[in-house]
């Protein structure tokens, strides 16, 4: 059985931890999504699923680009053996590039960028 909700937790935004954000100082947010990458061969697109863990920090409520730090997986060793022809260089740049920009929408989506002056062009 579901407790009922109360008062206080009503007033909440569909982001609860932006809630706990606001002028409180600093927080770290860890977030972990899986994003699918399209990569095109030609003769082939391939659809790679990548997991992605990023952290950033919230400081007096406000998204901190130069915290954003991310750590992305994906099965490697099964894609060179089935496509030992690409360049993989070419590969981690395009899987870099599709990430960046699912977590600028993510954090967009989110809340936590208000505005394009808050996200960093160089992320």
């Not at 089935?82 to 967009?108: A, F, G, Q």
Request: aromatic share 10%; net charge positive; with cysteine.
């Amino acid at each position: 059985m579901m407790a009922a909700r109360s008062d206080s937790m009503k007033r909440h935004t569909k982001y609860p931890i932006l809630n706990e954000v606001r002028g409180s100082g600093m927080v770290w947010i860890v977030e972990k999504k899986v994003v699918h990458h399209m990569f095109g061969l030609g003769f082939e697109r391939v659809k790679i699923p990548v997991r992605v863990t990023f952290e950033f920090q919230m400081v007096e409520g406000a998204f901190s680009p130069e915290s954003l730090s991310t750590h992305i997986v994906y099965n490697r060793t099964a894609f060179e053996k089935r496509y030992p022809h690409v360049n993989m260089s070419s590969l981690e740049n395009s899987i870099d590039n599709t990430v960046r920009k699912e977590i600028m929408n993510y954090l967009r989506d989110c809340g936590y960028i208000v505005n394009d002056r808050d996200s960093d062009s160089s992320l």
